[in-house]
């Protein structure tokens, strides 16, 4: 048959396949007397895009009937409309199909028979005359009813929001935060959706106002706007704009007299929505929340120059006592470290790899200790806080485990709720029970994060902060350890002496000589350190395919999954998407005992590396032993967390990830937006992981990236191996590279205003 452009109304009588997240639904439809009832008699298959539909719905499609080569005749919808069930069959039909819970094909028989053709008419209005069926008790009436409504009223929601170009995923989740009020919202100010709902950016929200007829000059618009670009800053780490340059970011993104703009902003600033400060000749625009964050941090840090104690020296006899306890020698650096740490309310310990860190931290909690002090040990990721455990035979936690952080729902919360849906039990009013608290990879703490965590310290206590200011800053806004370092209001020591142990890797070497702007040899004479020329990306990826299963293996007595492979981006040939993609069907191919769900573009497969690339506060897990016992359980997996796909369930869709710190959760098809395959990943994911081995490709792209912070943080991922891979000229591009990309932080200027006012 030719394609025909055709209208056709019916019921559904199955779903074949539904995808969660963007709608795309093959179903088997029956047509109603008329057109194309005689010629498929027996159904026909529909596709298209649809809010989540029921078996018994009735429909009207706007649509082709399609010849596929694959799967023969099909109708593909572009249209439709749902239809109310107005006939006793009809009605029957959609309550038997599963539409309201509770209500099964029997249940269903025996309403329709009572009520007949009135049936809906009763159950949205006289929903109490349910009761009058044997079975049905009034609670149940009233659930029936308030199910039928729900129903209906998300339904309808959907396709109002797809007339605008809004996927289902995305509808789904407006109507859930705005309900109703979303037509109201439409109509009058759509940019409160790019305002209050992740994955809606401002240019969506503009689209609808344009179709909804709202004046390019409006100051919703350009309130929005600017609200949209520093938020999208904070993305990138700012926690505020320069005024200069968020009104040049405006005017390239819209059509506005600038002094509009400006009025605009004069405005927000008076309703408190964004703060202007003044420092030197710059003017910086934060949003309140930013503004009020660093504030708050300078004014606590401050405060811990207070809990200064004794001059650092007088610290020493004890602190040799302690190395000639545990066996230990350190150097004089080493030593003024673990002294001063001991007479500081904040000190800061920093210093590259083989440095001695560790060993310097292993006497500073045994002297703590040994005054009679109680020391908490904590780190931004899972993985840094297992490897700080393992360092110093102590227990340690993530941050968020420490603040004993808990889920919360939209609306509930205090000044100590976190950026994504989490509020830390520990705070003001119930701060840690702790004498000491060290945290290991400062590097990574943005400010949100830091200000929870200081406000669960306890008045008195003493704050160590461990890491590498030369890593990459924190994915999250803020600048936090460089801040500090750089106001140097705070005791800190920077280790520079390498180790003899750690002298005879050149992973560590090189690490240094990076830092250093020094030129690397690429003579693949290491027995640690390796380049491979791959300068194109075809045989790059066939090369990291067989270094991954056949050649670092073996030789590194390690398991495949344990080796990582990191790109200095996340899209582009070599980026991390292509890669996943090309290494998932090497590594982890389809097969008859697999199990897999697409999920849009992604495919998960039973046997999986993945990611979860958010904090998601809500998702429960267990730890369970060799036995199959649970020993433990709680809520969160956080940004970062690596694991394997366990088991996939169709039957209830979900599917099942083991985490590498030993944690099972269940993920519903629907919630997998925030999963990612994690054979390859960006060199930012990477921070605070350490691996046996790291893959680096290195092909060319944008030069402000490409700079030698992000080369030196991808080399120090590896403790027994680095496999370089890709044009050897990227690789001295970036370590000649010395440009850091610019990020707007005001934390150092407001301690130094803060500590004048002390």
């Known amino acids: 048959m030719d394609e025909n452009s055709a209208i056709i109304r019916g019921f559904v009588d199955h779903i074949v396949y539904h995808n969660e997240e963007n709608g795309y639904t093959v179903f088997l439809f029956f047509p109603d007397a008329g057109e194309l009832s005689d010629d498929f008699s027996d159904g026909i298959t529909c596709t298209g895009s649809f809010a989540e539909l029921l078996p018994g719905e009735s429909l009207e499609l ?35 199909g599963g539409a309201v819970k509770g209500i099964g094909k029997t249940l269903a028989k025996r309403i329709v028979k009572k009520f007949g053709d009135d049936t809906f008419r009763i159950m949205e209005s006289e929903p109490e005359r349910l009761s009058e069926i044997s079975g049905i008790s009034m609670r149940m009436a009233q659930q029936f009813a308030i199910e039928v409504m729900e129903h209906r009223e998300i339904r309808d929601a959907c396709v109002y929001l797809q007339k605008f170009g809004i996927s289902i995923r995305l509808a789904l989740r407006i109507y859930d935060r705005f309900e109703k009020e979303i037509y109201d919202i439409i109509e009058s100010n759509p940019y409160r959706l790019c305002d209050e709902i992740d994955g809606i950016g401002f240019k969506t929200a503009d689209r609808i106002a344009s179709l909804s007829g709202l004046r390019p000059d409006s100051e919703e618009r350009i309130a929005s706007c600017i609200g949209y670009l520093l938020n999208s800053a904070a993305g990138e780490g700012h926690t505020f704009l320069p005024l200069a340059i968020l009104k040049r970011n405006l005017l390239h993104l819209i059509t506005v007299d600038g002094s509009i703009f400006e009025n605009v902003l004069t405005g927000l600033s008076l309703k408190r929505r964004v703060v202007i400060k003044k420092a030197g000749e710059e003017e910086r625009v934060y949003l309140e929340r930013f503004y009020r964050t660093e504030k708050r941090v300078s004014s606590r840090l401050i405060e811990l120059l207070e809990n200064n104690g004794t001059d650092w020296r007088a610290k020493i006899p004890e602190c040799n006592e302690v190395e000639k306890d545990e066996g230990i020698e350190l150097d004089e650096k080493q030593r003024e470290a673990v002294c001063r740490a001991c007479t500081s309310g904040l000190f800061i310990l920093t210093g590259g790899p083989g440095t001695g ?41 993530t941050i968020h485990r420490l603040l004993e952080v808990k889920s919360v729902e939209r609306g509930e919360g205090s000044e100590s ?17 702790a004498d000491v608290v060290i945290c290991d990879e400062a590097s990574m703490i943005d400010i949100f994060l830091f200000d929870a965590l200081l406000k669960a310290i306890p008045y008195g206590a003493t ?22 370092l750089k106001s140097s209001l705070f005791s800190s020591c920077r280790l520079n002496t390498i180790f003899r142990q750690a002298e005879e890797s050149d992973i560590v070497k090189n690490a240094h000589l990076i830092n250093e702007g020094k030129r690397v040899l690429l003579d693949n004479k290491s027995k640690d350190f390796f380049f491979m020329e791959r300068p194109a990306v075809s045989p790059l990826l066939s090369t990291v395919a067989e270094l991954l299963t056949k050649k670092l293996p073996p030789y590194l007595n390690c398991q495949k999954n344990e080796i990582q492979v990191m790109c200095p981006m996340k899209k582009g040939s070599a980026g991390v998407v292509e890669v996943n993609s090309y290494l998932q069907e090497r590594l982890n ?23 979860q690339t958010k904090n998601n506060y809500h998702i429960p897990w267990t730890v369970k032993n060799d036995k199959g016992v649970i020993v433990d359980s709680g809520e969160g997996i956080y940004n970062g967390d690596t694991g394997m796909i366990k088991a996939i369930y169709p039957e209830i869709k979900e599917l099942r990830v083991l985490f590498d710190d030993g944690k099972e959760a269940d993920y519903s098809f629907s919630g997998l937006e925030d999963i990612d395959l994690a054979y390859a990943i960006t060199i930012h994911k ?46 001295y591009d970036m370590e000649e590279n010395d440009t850091a990309i610019v990020r707007y932080s005001g934390l150092s200027d407001m301690l130094l205003d803060e500590r004048k006012r002390h």
């Open 463 to 484: 704050l160590i902060m461990v890491g590498d200011e030369n890593q990459l800053p924190s994915v999250g806004p803020g600048n936090v350890l460089k801040d500090i």
């Open 62 to 96: 706007s649509g082709q009937v399609v010849n596929d080569p694959t799967y023969g005749t099909q109708f593909r919808c572009d249209t439709y409309e749902f239809i109310k069930p107005s006939t006793a069959t009809e009605i029957e039909r959609y309550l038997s």
């Open 417 to 433: 709720k976190d950026i994504r849906g989490g509020i830390f039990e520990r705070d003001n009013d119930n701060p840690l029970e």
């Open 589 to 611: 191919p389809p097969g008859p005992s697999k199990k897999e769900y697409k999920y849009g573009s992604k495919v998960f497969r039973t046997g999986d590396k993945v990611m």
């Open 686 to 731: 990477s921070q605070g992981s350490e691996y046996p081995a790291v893959i680096i490709i290195l092909l060319p792209g944008p030069e402000q990236l490409f700079n030698r912070n992000l080369l030196y943080t991808a080399v120090t991922r590896a403790k027994k191996c680095v496999v370089l891979i890709g044009k050897r000229e990227v690789f």
């Open 357 to 397: 860190k560790t060993t310097a931290l292993l006497v500073m909690i045994r002297l703590f200790e040994r005054q009679g002090d109680t020391v908490a040990l904590c780190a931004p990721t899972g993985r840094a806080a297992k490897r700080m455990s393992e360092a110093t035979g102590r227990p340690a936690k």
